[in-house]
C-alpha cells in the first residue's frame, strides 16, 4: 500500500482521484506472461540452403541453439542465409539465441549453417 499512496502524492493535483485510481489499477497489472512452450526441431538437411520456421501469433519468447554444434546464419527475412547476404546474424557453435519480451506476429526466422545435417531446437513461448 506505501507504493499506492506515493503514486497518489505524485499525482496529486494532477489528475483527480477517479483518474489516480485508473493509472493505479493499470500499474498493478502483470504484464502478458508467456504460457504456453512450443518446440521446434528444424533440420537443415543441405548445406547453404534456407530453412524456415514460421512462429505462432503472439510470441513472447523465443530461444534457439544448433543441437549439432555448428554456426548458424540466422534472418527475419528470406534470402540472407542461404548465400550470405546482409542483412544477417550468425549464432555460434555451442551458443543460445534468447529474446523475451516480445508480441511477435506473423513473423518467420530463417535458418542455414555451411555444413549439412544441422538441427536447429527452437523453443517459443506464447
Same mark, same amino acid.
Given at each position: 500500500?506505501?507504493?499506492? %499512496?506515493?503514486? =497518489?502524492?505524485? /499525482? =496529486?493535483?494532477?489528475?483527480?482521484?477517479?483518474?489516480? !485510481? @485508473?493509472? +493505479?489499477?493499470?500499474?498493478?497489472?502483470?504484464? @502478458?506472461?508467456?504460457?504456453?512452450?512450443?518446440?521446434?526441431? +528444424?533440420?537443415?538437411? /543441405?548445406?547453404?540452403?534456407?530453412?524456415?520456421?514460421?512462429?505462432?501469433?503472439?510470441?513472447?519468447?523465443?530461444?534457439?541453439?544448433?543441437?549439432?554444434?555448428? !554456426?548458424? =546464419?540466422?534472418?527475419?527475412?528470406?534470402?540472407?542465409?542461404?548465400?550470405?547476404?546482409?542483412?544477417?546474424?550468425?549464432?555460434?557453435?555451442?551458443? !543460445?539465441?534468447?529474446? @523475451?519480451?516480445? @508480441? /511477435? &506476429?506473423?513473423?518467420? /526466422?530463417?535458418?542455414? &549453417? &555451411?555444413?549439412?545435417?544441422?538441427?536447429?531446437?527452437? %523453443?517459443?513461448?506464447?
Amino acid at each position: 500500500m506505501m507504493i499506492e %499512496e506515493s503514486v =497518489r502524492q505524485i /499525482l =496529486r493535483g494532477i489528475a483527480t482521484n477517479a483518474k489516480q !485510481d @485508473d493509472i +493505479i489499477t493499470e500499474l498493478q497489472k502483470k504484464p @502478458d506472461e508467456a504460457t504456453t512452450p512450443t518446440v521446434y526441431n +528444424i533440420t537443415l538437411t /543441405l548445406a547453404n540452403t534456407e530453412y524456415s520456421q514460421a512462429l505462432p501469433a503472439n510470441t513472447k519468447e523465443l530461444r534457439f541453439r544448433c543441437r549439432t554444434l555448428y !554456426d548458424v =546464419r540466422f534472418a527475419w527475412a528470406t534470402g540472407k542465409v542461404a548465400t550470405p547476404t546482409a542483412p544477417y546474424l550468425t549464432l555460434g557453435a555451442g551458443m !543460445d539465441y534468447f529474446s @523475451d519480451n516480445n @508480441d /511477435l &506476429s506473423s513473423q518467420t /526466422l530463417y535458418f542455414a &549453417s &555451411s555444413t549439412a545435417a544441422v538441427v536447429i531446437e527452437l %523453443e517459443v513461448w506464447v
